[in-house]
């Protein structure tokens, strides 16, 4: 049914691709955003706004490029591998320029209220109240997306902490954490060591007299910059090695994992090894963390038992004068504006493949970006929203009610059982294995074998290459022509920033000539046979 009204909530990165998922689709959208320009997180602002995620000044992307692109607008080849927020932020303006994305937002429209029509069994439609310059008004939708993002509600647990009431200095979530100056000659700690926590930590410790990281579990910490200086995603995330991950057992990939980051700084002497295993925890990414540490700026301390006044008392009894406190606990999840109902959600925020609330008894509200990838959060939504479009059109069913919370369980067990049992691992997937998932219930998802038979240049790259969202283009709805091309070229738009100062010869020659080194190698073997004999 074409002309179908769909309203987007959100004009962050999720918005901006259910924006034009919808327009691939032939739908309406109306994209509702509360502030006054698109971007969502990724747009730097020098003030906090209730509601709205914030990031601080110098906070750039743990994806690197290729892997974080939509699906058919790869980044402009000479932007770096891991980009600063205003690189993202200029990405997405060209996006939204190049799809004519702006004549279907309306801005400072903030959502206040989304509520099922009296008639939604038979329509499905919905009633959105939206509050412009303070006057509300209420639209009609046929569909409804949201796409508010993780990461607006600060999480401060502060009954956690006793004493923070006397302490006398001052604290501060990272969500209002935005540039380092006013820190200058302080003591701080840090408190949380995901990845917030642990750029917040290196980059006060430039300025301040003193910082403490303390955390209470510890953590994995990986570095952007892999072997032979790739981008860590590109050598990891690959079609082959989400192979290998199901058929070697977990403890072999743990081992794998734990050995390799401890070859870089070994984390028990760094008092930063958790209890828990590589693979059952988010890690946390920090290229800098360990030089901090080796140089005193970060100290490493356990969790605070509680605050006095002027100073912070850890697990351990050691104490520490400090001035400043900075809680870098993340963020809870909450839809002020949903009607409180419990086909839309349950206690346990349960929704079909994080999309679809399988209660409902018309598909057409659907959640965008609702999910912590292990991995790029835009390619990702986009997919949900090419998929969530095709239910809402009636193009793509979704299965029974039943089977629909017995996948959601079967999931959340799995998770339970992979990762700690931690609400804030619930909403984690693997990249690779969510994304075909999804592209299987639209049919984007490359066909491999038909792949080695046409195209076994393209079938290397795929299956051994990074797993680049163009892959979800090359074939079904959707399909992109240039998808095949940006896939070959993946590796020279990852090198290309590289190149600033390109170097006439290869690899430097060895100094010793081929005819010595043999005879070296041959002399040395003769002497090994000598001595075993001898
Ligand atoms: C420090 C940090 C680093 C990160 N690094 C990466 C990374 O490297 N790679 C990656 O892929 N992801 C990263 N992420 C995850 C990040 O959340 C996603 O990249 C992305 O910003 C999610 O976009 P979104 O559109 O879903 O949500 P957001 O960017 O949060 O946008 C939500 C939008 O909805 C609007 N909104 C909210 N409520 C309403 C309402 N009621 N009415 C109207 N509008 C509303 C908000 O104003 C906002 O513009 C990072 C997150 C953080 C916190
Ligand atoms: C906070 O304390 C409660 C119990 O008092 C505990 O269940 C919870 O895990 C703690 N949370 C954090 C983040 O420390
Ligand atoms: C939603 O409804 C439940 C039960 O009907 C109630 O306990 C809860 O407080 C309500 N929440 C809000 C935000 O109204
Ligand atoms: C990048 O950082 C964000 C914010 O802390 C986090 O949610 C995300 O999982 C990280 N990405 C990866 C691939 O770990």
């Not at 954490?177 to 701080?188: A, V």
């Not at 605050?307 to 008392?313: D, K, L, N, P």
Request: aromatic share 12%.
């Amino acid at each position: 049914m074409p002309g179908k009204k769909v309203a987007v909530i959100g004009a962050g990165v999720s918005g901006l691709s259910a924006i034009k998922s919808c327009l691939e689709e032939g739908l309406e959208p109306t994209c509702f955003e509360r502030s006054y320009d698109i971007g969502g997180l990724w747009r730097y602002e020098e003030k906090t706004e209730g509601g709205r995620p914030s990031i601080y000044k110098s906070a750039a992307s743990n994806t690197s490029k290729e892997m974080t692109a939509y699906s058919d607008y790869p980044f402009p080849d000479h932007y770096p591998n891991y980009l600063h927020n205003s690189k993202i932020l200029e990405y997405l303006r060209m996006y939204t320029e190049q799809f004519h994305l702006m004549k279907y937002i309306q801005f400072l429209s903030k959502v206040c209220s989304v509520r099922k029509r009296s008639d939604f069994s038979s329509t499905g439609q919905w009633d959105v109240v939206v509050e412009t310059q303070g006057n509300q008004e209420t639209y009609v939708f046929d569909g409804i997306m949201v796409c508010t993002g993780l990461y607006s509600d600060p999480f401060l647990p502060l009954q956690n902490f006793s004493g923070i009431k006397r302490f006398k200095g001052q604290y501060i979530h990272s969500w209002d954490y935005k540039t380092p100056e006013k820190f200058q000659g302080k003591r701080i700690i840090v408190v949380g060591i995901g990845n917030s926590g642990a750029d917040l930590a290196v980059e006060l410790s430039h300025v301040a007299a003193q910082v403490f990281l303390s955390t209470r579990r510890g953590a994995w910490i990986w570095n952007r910059v892999w072997d032979n200086g790739m981008p860590m995603d590109t050598s990891l995330f690959t079609r082959l090695n989400s192979v290998l991950i199901k058929v070697y057992p977990t403890f072999l990939i743990n081992r794998w994992a734990e050995k390799k980051l401890n070859t870089r700084f070994n984390h028990n002497i760094y008092g930063l090894q958790p209890r828990h295993r590589f693979l059952s925890h988010q890690a946390t990414f920090s290229d800098d963390l360990p030089n901090h540490i080796i140089s005193g700026r970060v100290l490493v301390k356990p969790n605070v038992r509680e605050f006095t006044e002027t100073s912070a008392i850890f697990e351990d009894g050691t104490e520490e004068d400090v001035d400043v406190i900075i809680f870098a606990t993340g963020y809870t999840l909450s839809f002020p504006f949903l009607e409180n109902d419990s086909t839309i959600m349950d206690n346990h925020h349960s929704m079909f493949k994080f999309v679809f609330p399988p209660q409902l008894e018309k598909p057409t509200l659907a959640f965008i970006g609702i999910l912590q990838p292990v991995g790029a959060t835009i390619p990702t939504s986009e997919l949900q929203s090419r998929w969530a479009v095709r239910v809402f059109k009636g193009l793509n069913k979704l299965p029974s009610v039943s089977d629909m919370m017995t996948d959601i369980t079967t999931r959340r067990t799995k998770t339970r059982k992979e990762f700690l049992n931690n609400p804030r691992d619930s909403h984690r997937v693997q990249y690779v294995d969510y994304m075909d998932e999804i592209a299987t219930e639209i049919g984007v998802k490359p066909s491999l074998f038909s792949l080695f038979l046409w195209d076994p240049k393209l079938a290397m790259e795929v299956l051994f290459g990074p797993c680049t969202p163009y892959q979800y283009r090359l074939q079904g709805p959707g399909k992109w022509h240039g998808a095949r091309e940006a896939i070959l070229t993946q590796r020279e738009r990852i090198i290309k920033p590289l190149r600033t100062r390109i170097l006439s010869c290869g690899q430097p020659s060895s100094s010793v000539p081929l005819w010595l080194k043999s005879i070296c190698a041959a002399f040395l073997f003769i002497v090994t046979l000598v001595i075993i004999q001898g």
